[in-house]
């Protein structure tokens, strides 16, 4: 009786190959736009089953995961890009932006990267800031006179009502 050389499906070579490579994650996602991170693990667990080494834990891991963000290692559609555009410009926290996806807090760090998105709060004008060595060479002549206490107290009631 002959047996059967079982191998991989295309689609699981073809990702492995870019793993294989050095590609990302998020570089094997971008080659293909019906791939998902399921098809990634997919690919990896069928090259561990062919090599008798796949661990059954690994999907009663991935269960726990879903039970807890359902909608976890799902494709991203546009109407979620909106949505976590939407959140992160209302500020919200990465926690709470994870509970209203239902996905990981990993995931939304990673979307939010992806989609070089940055919270309201990062977009304002950055104020310049200030070197101890602007003082380099002003010499002790500036300072005469001057309450080294008092000059800390009134740049801390400055920052402390900085907008």
Same mark, same amino acid.
């Given at each position: 009786? +002959?047996?059967?050389?079982?191998?991989?499906?295309?689609?699981? +070579?073809?990702?492995?190959?870019?793993?294989?490579?050095?590609?990302?994650?998020?570089?094997?996602?971008?080659? &293909?736009?019906?791939?998902?991170?399921?098809?990634?693990?997919? +690919?990896?667990?069928?090259?561990?089953?062919? +090599?008798?080494?796949?661990?059954?834990?690994?999907?009663?891991?991935?269960?726990?995961?879903?039970?807890?963000?359902?909608?976890?290692?799902?494709?991203?559609?546009?109407?979620? &890009?909106?949505?976590?555009?939407?959140?992160?410009?209302?500020?919200?926290?990465? &926690?709470?932006?994870?509970?209203?996806?239902?996905?990981?807090?990993?995931?939304?760090?990673?979307?939010?990267?992806?989609?070089?998105?940055?919270?309201?709060? &990062?977009?304002?004008?950055?104020?310049?800031?200030?070197?101890?060595?602007?003082?380099?060479?002003?010499?002790?002549?500036?300072?005469?006179?001057?309450?080294?206490?008092?000059?800390?107290?009134?740049?801390?009631?400055?920052?402390?009502?900085?907008?």
């Amino acid at each position: 009786m +002959a047996t059967e050389r079982v191998t991989l499906s295309p689609r699981s +070579a073809a990702i492995l190959r870019q793993i294989a490579v050095g590609h990302s994650y998020e570089q094997v996602l971008a080659t &293909d736009p019906e791939l998902t991170y399921l098809d990634i693990f997919a +690919a990896a667990r069928q090259a561990l089953e062919i +090599a008798g080494e796949f661990d059954i834990s690994y999907s009663r891991r991935l269960a726990a995961i879903q039970e807890q963000h359902p909608r976890a290692y799902t494709p991203w559609s546009q109407d979620d &890009d909106l949505q976590l555009r939407q959140l992160v410009r209302a500020g919200q926290s990465i &926690d709470d932006i994870s509970s209203h996806l239902q996905r990981q807090p990993s995931a939304i760090r990673s979307r939010i990267q992806q989609l070089q998105l940055q919270p309201e709060t &990062d977009q304002r004008p950055k104020r310049p800031r200030h070197s101890v060595m602007e003082f380099h060479g002003r010499g002790k002549a500036t300072w005469d006179g001057t309450d080294a206490q008092e000059r800390v107290n009134r740049l801390r009631e400055e920052w402390d009502h900085r907008p």
